[in-house]
Nanobody, 124 residues
Framework: QVQLVESGGGLVQAGDSLRLSCAAS????????MGWFRQAPGKEREFVAA????????YYSNSVKGRFTISRDNAKNTVYLQMNSLKPEDTAVYYC?????????????????WGQGTQVTVSS
């Protein structure tokens, strides 16, 4: 079992930055990959970013590449999503997820455990 708790969401203006955190507990954090997804009202949940177990590989959706950075601190059992140059279209609930099975990082079905989500709202 893995428990995930996101934090750091909020209301910001376009162009601002936010850093999301996801604290994990349960299984050994350094043994699995992590991902961030988001879901806007009326839309399907979509991939944002992912990171391998040791941080050596990262993956991004085209819509956030160059603006968002995923990182992890295995000593703190935490994964981060640094979001810069935020746009109104980044408004969504952001979820972190744990992939225990090394599936394709951009696929929802690869992930076994999910957090409850944190709201990010970007005003224009």
């Amino acid at each position: 079992q893995v428990q995930l708790v996101e934090s750091g969401g909020g209301l910001v203006q376009a162009g601002d930055s936010l850093r999301l955190s996801c604290a994990a507990s349960g299984r050994t954090f350094s043994s699995y990959a992590m991902g961030w997804f988001r879901q806007a009202p009326g839309k399907e949940r979509e991939f944002v970013a992912a990171i391998s177990w040791n941080g050596g590989s990262t993956y991004y959706s085209n819509s956030v590449k160059g603006r968002f950075t995923i990182s992890r601190d295995n000593a703190k059992n935490t994964v981060y999503l640094q979001m810069n140059s935020l746009k109104p279209e980044d408004t969504a609930v952001y979820y972190c997820a744990a992939d225990l099975g090394l599936g394709p990082p951009g696929e929802l079905d690869s992930y076994d455990y999910w957090g409850q989500g944190t709201q990010v709202t970007v005003s224009s």
